[in-house]
């Protein structure tokens, strides 16, 4: 006899979506400050255009017109990927936007906190919903929980094909999550391959590193090397 079990009754999974729900939120307050806020939002957006042509190593249009391409923009905007630009994380800081709400400033302070890093999917386990990854410069191991990905890229499991993922790492009670963010590329994108070869030799921001690879994300022919749906 076999016994199957809901992923949704596992305690960690419960546990995930309680910190899914309260990430969202807090995305959510930020992307209706932005949208009330006409002046502030044209000025960052302007910034951003600016900074976006300075940025980018490759002669192409960058243009975030698909679900998984806004998301880039939105990390941009949202997040401290450059010095002199300042974020709506920063901002909502500043304004002690939740003083009275302890459980989204505390959300609020692992998402100013957060980093973008570039993994190796090792492996996955959609029978609990983890996704094993490595960082593809330190070497280091995190495991993740994220049950749409750990079923669409089960498929790693029993194959040779190898793939990188770029995504925003937060820490919420010591354990890892990744936002929304997630940009994927085939282990042999030579266009990737390239850009890590060139940025070992040029320094370049993070806002930079976002931007190009999401123009390489944009140019890849690769179907297989995205995962818009997750």
Do not use: W
């Not at 009330?36 to 249009?61: P, R, V, Y």
């Not at 790492?169 to 997630?182: E, Q």
């Amino acid at each position: 006899m076999v016994i199957e079990i809901n992923i949704e009754n596992l305690e960690h999974i419960k546990k995930y979506k309680e910190v899914l729900t309260l990430y969202k939120d807090v995305m959510e307050d930020m992307s209706e400050y932005f949208k009330n806020n006409k002046k502030l939002s044209g000025k960052m957006l302007e910034e951003m255009q600016d900074l976006a042509s300075k940025e980018t190593l490759f002669d192409h249009d960058l243009y975030f017109d698909d679900a998984v391409k806004s998301d880039v923009l939105m990390d941009a905007l949202f997040f401290r990927n450059y010095k002199k630009f300042t974020s709506l994380v920063d901002i909502f800081l500043k304004e002690n936007k939740y003083k009275n709400e302890p459980d989204k400033k505390s959300m609020l302070e692992a998402l100013t906190n957060s980093k973008t890093e570039l993994f190796r999917i090792v492996k996955t386990d959609k029978d609990n919903g983890y996704v094993y990854l490595e960082n593809v410069n330190t070497k280091k191991s995190i495991t993740i929980i994220d049950i749409a990905m750990s079923n669409s890229l089960s498929c790693l499991n029993t194959t040779n094909k190898k793939l990188f993922l770029f995504s925003r790492v937060f820490y919420f009670n010591d354990t890892p999550y990744l936002t929304d963010m997630k940009l994927t590329f085939s282990s042999d994108n030579k266009m990737l391959k390239g850009f890590l070869d060139k940025i070992k030799k040029k320094k370049i921001s993070n806002l930079g590193i976002l931007f190009n690879l999401c123009i390489i994300y944009d140019k890849s022919d690769d179907v297989e090397a995205t995962i818009s749906n997750v």
